[in-house]
């Protein structure tokens, strides 16, 4: 994967996690009322208070895409090149530094794009990403996404993906 690959994958992730929009929701709105309560002449330190929390939330959303960026990149072979094996049995990953076996039930979550899939492993925020052009043919790709249905529990897709 290059970097510009794990970058467009964290922001889909990050887009698409609701926890984040609903910090960033409270965040906006302590900031609204806070400001509004300064310029009404409501409670200055009550105003305040609900302004810096906000701007405390939407410091603390937008941190944690650049941290997660940056620890991303920064991981031990995270920009080498891999292979995959997926079998019944579970995933196989191997590169030049690292050869790894995981059960499927260490995946918790299988999501889709129109440029690949996304394998999310449980209770840590570890994934394997699929590109599309890891596959060699639409069959390939159809295979895969049928063992990976009978797998893992949760499955999100953004497109229409065939039956």
Same mark, same amino acid.
């Given at each position: 994967?290059?970097?510009?690959?794990? $970058?467009?994958?964290?922001?889909?992730?990050?887009?698409?996690?609701?926890?984040?929009?609903?910090? %960033?929701?409270?965040?906006?709105?302590?900031?609204?009322? +806070?400001? +509004?309560? *300064?310029?009404?002449?409501?409670?200055?330190?009550?105003?305040?208070?609900?302004?810096?929390?906000?701007?405390?939330?939407?410091?603390? /959303?937008?941190?944690?895409?650049?941290?997660?960026?940056?620890?991303?990149?920064?991981?031990?072979? %995270? *920009?080498? @090149?891999?292979?995959?094996?997926?079998?019944?049995? +579970? /995933?196989? /990953?191997?590169?030049?530094?690292?050869?790894?076996?995981?059960?499927?039930? @260490?995946?918790?979550?299988?999501?889709?794009?129109?440029?690949? #899939?996304?394998?999310?492993?449980?209770?840590? !925020?570890?994934?394997?990403? *699929?590109? /599309?052009?890891? #596959? !060699?043919? +639409?069959?390939?790709? @159809?295979?895969?996404?049928?063992?990976? $249905?009978?797998?893992?529990?949760?499955?999100? #897709?953004?497109?229409?993906?065939?039956?």
């Amino acid at each position: 994967m290059t970097a510009a690959e794990i $970058r467009s994958v964290l922001w889909k992730m990050f887009r698409q996690s609701s926890r984040i929009w609903t910090i %960033a929701v409270i965040g906006v709105l302590c900031v609204l009322v +806070g400001l +509004g309560g *300064l310029l009404g002449g409501s409670s200055r330190s009550i105003s305040m208070l609900l302004l810096i929390l906000g701007y405390l939330n939407l410091f603390v /959303v937008t941190r944690g895409w650049f941290v997660g960026v940056r620890k991303a990149l920064s991981l031990p072979g %995270a *920009l080498e @090149n891999r292979s995959y094996r997926f079998s019944e049995e +579970g /995933v196989e /990953v191997s590169s030049r530094s690292m050869d790894s076996r995981m059960s499927w039930t @260490n995946y918790e979550e299988l999501r889709e794009w129109d440029d690949g #899939f996304l394998l999310k492993s449980t209770g840590v !925020n570890r994934f394997i990403f *699929l590109p /599309v052009r890891a #596959f !060699n043919s +639409g069959e390939d790709r @159809n295979s895969f996404r049928t063992m990976a $249905r009978q797998h893992v529990r949760y499955l999100k #897709f953004t497109h229409k993906v065939p039956s």
